[in-house]
């Protein structure tokens, strides 16, 4: 592989959805090139570049690529892009100390929890009216939920969306590991456990140094909580009609019982919740992953740089895996944020304009995000829209926001982004492993505003589950406390939490 960018950004940045729709045709400019021999005026549009790719990579673009490219765009539409980088880990810090201030800033990456709440957006249905054509043809019709969640109920839209629900989260494990101990690929629980046990007792990376699974709670929650339920992870409605937390269902008690006994077996990594995504990365380039209830760029992204030492390592999915409940792996729920415009943005219209250009032809989109054709990219196959990188000078610092409708319509001539593609292509939208949560359809249009104003402690609330969960799990906390840890919950105002979204379900059921 020649680079991170080439291998991981496209997927790992925006892993959420599939489906393939048809770009815009015409001359790559959207419609609004200008006459060579006229004089052009140049507007500014000042991108600040939190949407993941420049996350996802240690090279810096070199800064005559990035001129280069500006002057692409230039010479296309008469608009200049100003990138505005952020520190790598401190990039919700940065953006909110842009947004507080007078500093030019007019695209960002936002969400209407945080940023259309606080008054951070601007809403944009009247400027997609008037230049966003290309972006809302692009948005495939079965994807209107994602308009829908950033759309409030006065009808304003504020974002633009750039995915759909998906189920990121997989099972993956050594196949080659899975033969070397004779091993077949579980498809119960009750197999799954004799699999991790094999891993613990017979050792297949030596020295002690095998993790049977590798894991944190997010993606437990998201990847297997559901196949001890009825319903996918999420907030659930009970037989009293009122919408309580996850924690509450009795299958969730279950599904936590199963992850503590795992834990104290040794079949869980001991630091799964203490270890951040680099360090997850770090497991599985070291050779010690047997399995892994992950977000599957963890691994796959990945696997190429482990086969660098260990050619004959590879994951598979663990497809046919079940819970006693069905299906483990819960569809991601349909997001809340995307593409937004500053409220105090110099140049709205000519942000959008951008934004559409971008959206108005796919070679528009590869330019800003790989660079110039024949100098930092080349087409392997262009009839199959197949593309491959030159070299690592130009990152996408200029992109002013990604979309999965273009990520599914091209792939990478690298044999490094196979298992990422595999999966987008065999899994990501496979509707057949997935359960939904019992809200999906109505909760994106819950008033997060109103909610936080009844359930000011909210927040507490969140972070107590979350650290009081980690303690079932680790033993830190008996299981047989939990009926005492729901009467904390209560005791922290989970009754007011219970009883703002009740309200808010029933608002929007129009009961």
Known sequence: MRNNKWGLSASA????TAGVVGCSSGDGDGGNGTDPGTAQKIEKVYVYANFGNL?????????????????????????????????????????????GSNEPLDIFAGSMAV???????????????????????????????????????DGRIWAIPTGAPVAGNGVLVREDWLAKLGLSMPKTIDEYEAVLKAFKDRDPAGSGQTIPLLTDLASLHGGFAAGFMDTGFGNWVDKDGKVKPPQLHPGYRDFLAKMSDWYKKGYMFKEAFSSNRTRQIELVKQNRVASGIVWNTTITANEHLLRQNVPEAKYAVAAELKGPNGNLTTLGGVSTGGIMINKNAKNPEAAVKLIDWVHADIENYFTLFFGIEGKHWKYADKAKRIIEGLNTDYMGDLVPGLTFAYTVQYEKNDPSFGPQFDFIRNYLTDMKRVKTSALADVEYKFDTKALNDKVPTSGDIARMIEQETIKFITGAR????????????????????IEAYTAEYNRVKGK
């Open 478 to 497: 008996p299981m047989g406390e939990y009926d005492k840890f729901v009467d904390e919950l209560y005791k922290a105002g989970l009754d007011k939490w």
């Open 115 to 153: 940023h259309q709440a606080n008054g951070a957006a601007r809403p944009i249905g009247d400027l997609l009216d008037r230049y966003g054509a290309n972006i809302r043809k692009l948005w495939p019709e079965q994807w209107k939920q994602s308009w829908d969640a950033l759309t409030t109920a």
């Open 55 to 99: 996350a996802n990579t240690n090279t810096v673009s070199k800064p005559e690529a990035v001129e280069e490219v500006k002057k692409v765009v230039m010479d296309k539409i008469g608009i200049e892009i100003v990138p505005i980088i952020p520190p790598k880990g401190s990039e919700a810090d940065k953006l909110n100390v842009l947004l």
């Open 13 to 16: 940045a925006i892993l959420l």
